[in-house]
């Protein structure tokens, strides 16, 4: 049967092909639609162990309560958070993937999951849709309306179209498909609309991977502009609105982080084998540019950046440095650096000193200037020494770079930010409580401002940002809204704070009503700012000065 349209929307064609196109009206945040009953969803190989391989749970963090993972008994390799998605799993793919992870233990001495006998997850992936269709004679992805495959585009790449058959033969070896032409024909176009269709589920924070296929969910076509966005929540996908969304026009996603250089964007495009043709890639737009015309402004009212100001005459100047020398300094970041994500501090020193003309323009939220100070922060946060000072980074990212590259204040990694400061005040408000942060931290504004403000209420702030925005942009059981919740009920019921906690509520009833506004923005937003304003001269005393004297004295 082919795909239908979810209630809401319509199929359509147009100059960017197959689309997803809105039969009403959708305002910012509200839900589009639902994907729950994808064709395929799995973990990826390094992370089948650590993530129930139905529901996609991850094993190791579900809020404060650590899901316990069983393996399958038969071939040990696939885990399960439980009985009943054992059975799911058993019923719709795993009766037959069992006993291939057990020829592939008989044939390598080895499991699936274990190097070098682990395979790229979309062998795994193809692998169960040969085992689950006649031996990949019949098309899984609806015959009489295929999906996109891209067959032609990855022909031409060699280098690509010789992987490409590894993996396919692999698949086809281990899930017992006789290897001859005609189905290592049909396995390659099979791996090629996976590779097309299927979305990515990496979420570093939470420790999902994996990937998630749905035809009706590869109809919604890219835009480095998007007016959507999607959630993965275990083994469903969340379709909503990032702008408003008028009846009959084009649903939009980005398929990338759109924040990147123009260049960059289409070289991770290139395997879609098409040009984006919206206004950031026709018009070469920064990400201050794609801020200031964006319709979701307003909405920062209530938010940690309220200042609009800030978005639509940010205080910047361009006048020193080109777009051609954004992108240069960008591949230059990463040619000299071993990898995106590396969170050395010779890296983020690399990284800082080329990332000098976007400092001196004060062009903050301009990669890769925004992902060097948070690969810094996260490696502060978890080290004993170090832990204090990656609350001003936190701080500097939630007001004046994340607001700028989504500026919708429900998007989750937005949403994330201002959790991070969350759970950082509350560790710097033990030790101020305690009398150890000055011993803990020699910058003599940190330890001043802290000692200035009301952590307690900074957090609970904070953490009304969280929920609400929270409840617009994700699913109600996301384990950052779950978690917020739950601190939130905590600290409200905190003794002797009652005049406190009723204007933090009363401002998240109404953040325009002069006493609360005032209220949050001497209590809670000018100590965020104040701390934030500590951040580039920490960033400029470690990386450059080698932890000089801004973090000595």
């Not at 069992?98 to 193809?126: I, N, Q, S, Y």
């Not at 585009?153 to 179209?161: C, L, S, T």
């Not at 953040?511 to 960033?539: G, H, R, Y």
Request: proline share 7%; charged share 20%.
């Amino acid at each position: 049967m082919p795909p239908t349209p979810p209630p809401g929307t319509a199929f359509s064609s147009g100059p960017h092909g197959r689309s997803l196109v809105a039969t009403q009206d959708f305002t910012p945040g509200s839900l589009i639609a639902t994907f729950s009953s994808p064709t395929l969803a799995l973990p990826d190989g390094p992370s089948m162990r650590t993530t129930c391989n139905y529901c996609l749970r991850v094993g190791s963090n579900e809020g404060f309560s650590p899901v316990s993972l069983k393996a399958c008994t038969g071939c040990k390799a696939a885990v399960y958070c439980g009985p009943t998605c054992q059975r799911a799993h058993w019923k719709s793919i795993h009766k037959a993937e069992c006993k291939m992870f057990a020829r592939v233990r008989e044939t390598t001495g080895k499991d699936w999951h274990v190097a070098p006998f682990l395979l790229p997850t979309p062998a795994r992936a193809l692998a169960q849709v040969l085992l689950t269709n006649d031996k990949g004679i019949r098309d899984p992805f609806d015959g009489s309306d295929p999906l996109e495959s891209n067959l032609e585009g990855f022909k031409a790449d060699e280098q690509v179209w010789g992987d490409f058959e590894l993996q396919a033969m692999a698949a086809m070896t281990y899930s017992g498909v006789s290897m001859n032409e005609d189905g290592l024909r049909v396995a390659m176009r099979f791996l090629c609309q996976i590779q097309t269709n299927a979305f990515n589920r990496l979420d570093a924070d939470t420790g999902m991977s994996g990937i998630f296929l749905d035809p009706a969910l590869a109809r919604v076509n890219h835009s480095c502009v998007p007016n959507a966005f999607i959630g993965f929540d275990k083994r469903t996908a969340t379709l909503r609105a990032e702008r408003p969304i008028k009846e009959g026009e084009e649903i939009t996603i980005s398929y990338i982080a759109n924040d990147k250089p123009r260049s960059i964007r289409r070289e991770g495009l290139r395997l879609y084998y098409f040009e984006c043709d919206c206004p950031r890639c026709v018009d070469d737009l920064d990400v201050y540019q794609v801020a200031q015309t964006s319709p979701v402004i307003s909405l920062n009212s209530f938010s940690l950046q309220p200042d609009l100001t800030k978005f639509r005459e940010p205080a910047i100047d361009k006048s020193g440095i080109s777009m051609n020398q954004i992108e240069i300094i960008y591949k230059v970041v990463y040619d000299q650096t071993k990898s995106e994500q590396d969170t050395s501090i010779e890296a983020a020193r690399t990284r800082w000193k080329l990332c000098k003309p976007l400092v001196e323009a004060k062009m903050w939220a301009v990669e890769p200037l925004p992902t060097t100070i948070l690969l810094l922060a996260t490696n502060w946060q978890t080290n004993y020494k170090w832990a204090v000072y990656a609350l001003p980074l936190a701080c500097f990212l939630a007001t004046q770079c994340d607001p700028i590259k989504l500026v919708a204040p429900f998007m989750p990694w937005r949403i994330k930010g201002v959790m991070i400061i969350t759970k950082l005040l509350a560790f710097t408000g033990e030790l101020t409580s305690s009398g150890e942060l000055a011993k803990r931290c020699t910058h003599e504004g940190i330890v001043g401002a802290l000692a200035m403000a009301d952590q307690v209420t900074m957090c609970q702030a904070l953490l009304h940002i969280v929920v609400h925005q929270g409840s617009i942009g994700a699913a109600e059981d996301w384990d950052v809204l779950k978690e917020a919740k739950m601190m939130l009920k905590d600290l409200e019921s905190l003794p002797g704070r009652v005049d406190e906690s009723k204007m933090v509520q009363a401002w998240a009833r109404d953040p325009e009503d002069p006493q609360a506004k005032a209220f949050f923005e001497s209590e809670v937003l000018k100590p965020v700012n104040t701390l934030a304003s500590f951040a580039p001269e920490i960033l400029e005393d470690v990386l450059v000065q080698g932890q000089g004297s801004v973090v000595r004295r």
